[in-house]
């Protein structure tokens, strides 16, 4: 049966029509910011590596080791990693049989050199004191001999008589000559073991004065770094009881992409994101490849991919982010670009 309808008003509109018209405009809006959205994804995934340069990055710091030149053993710790420090202040207290060997080794030397010079001022003393009457008796000698050889005196002396004068003035003379340059032998020797005894005192006050009964004391100022050591951990010459950041220079290692349409070079501007932050700053300097293979000490490295280290500076005034922080690098390929983004980062907030 056939039932019509009879509309009150031929200007209402239908609601299933309208019903229809709103879900099929939803379904527009929906499809194309999908597609569009996909295509805005593409064209950035695509298209960002032929606008700027980009890869990661760690926020670093100069770095400073606080070792020992002798075996050690940790005995306390004042400190640990991520601490602040300032210069001067203690970092631990260690024990060194090694040192107190060296110590023992100098004791023994100066104690032998305090032996020597001794000997050698007893020897200068006796010299001394003895030769006034060697002289006098050689003295007495020559007045014999002159005695014995002069033509007017009138005596006559045997062959052993006159052998004997001669022998007892040789006796002297030889003796006043002994006495003489043993005492001025004496003071040199003495002269020369008061410098060396002076030399070794010096190294061992140094030695005494560096060690400082054991206490490690920061050099620099900055933050304490892991590796740190333990208490009653041994450490062999040279090994770092503690690291310390230099927190007055940070910088950024940048793990530059080994694939790049343009070469970094020294003093082109850069743009660090951490986070929502972008922070400005320029590159430093490029690392040779020395220091690229040993850029991993201490730190993780974000891209083992990379063959090249660049240095960033953060521009003056630059709150930098916290120490060993993972950051993006960009690097805009020409300074319209860059101005461009910098123009729509400020025009979006997002800075």
Known sequence: MDIGLNRLDPNIPDPVESRRRASGRLVRIIYGTCIFGLLAVVIIYFGAPLVFLSGPGVVSAARQEVSLPYIVQVTHTSVAPGDKISAGDEIAQVRSPQHDEIVASYMRALTDLAGREADLRIRARVARDSLGATRAYLQLTEEAVERLEAPSSGTSAS???????????????????????????????????????????????????????????????????????????????????????????????????????????????????????????????????????????????????SAQIARIRFSPGVEPPALNSTVQIHMFYSNAVARTAAALVDFLGLR
Do not use: C, M
């Open 159 to 305: 062959l052993s008589f006159r052998i004997e004068i001669l022998n007892a003035r040789a006796q002297a003379l030889k003796a006043v000559t002994s006495q003489e340059a043993e005492a001025a032998e004496a003071s040199v020797q003495i002269e020369s073991l008061n410098a060396l005894h002076q030399r070794l005192q010096q190294h061992l006050d140094r030695i005494e004065q560096d060690f400082a009964n054991g206490r490690v004391v920061a050099p620099i100022a900055g933050i304490v770094s892991r590796p740190f050591a333990h208490i009653g951990q041994s450490l062999t010459a040279g090994t770092a009881i503690a690291e310390i950041f230099d927190t007055t220079d940070i910088f950024v290692d940048w793990y530059v992409p080994n694939h790049r349409l343009v070469e970094p070079k020294v003093a082109n501007d850069v743009f660090v994101l951490f986070g929502n932050r972008r922070i400005p700053g320029a590159i430093a300097e490029i690392l040779p490849v020395s220091d690229v293979l040993g850029a991993g000490r201490g730190l993780s490295r974000p891209d083992r991919q």
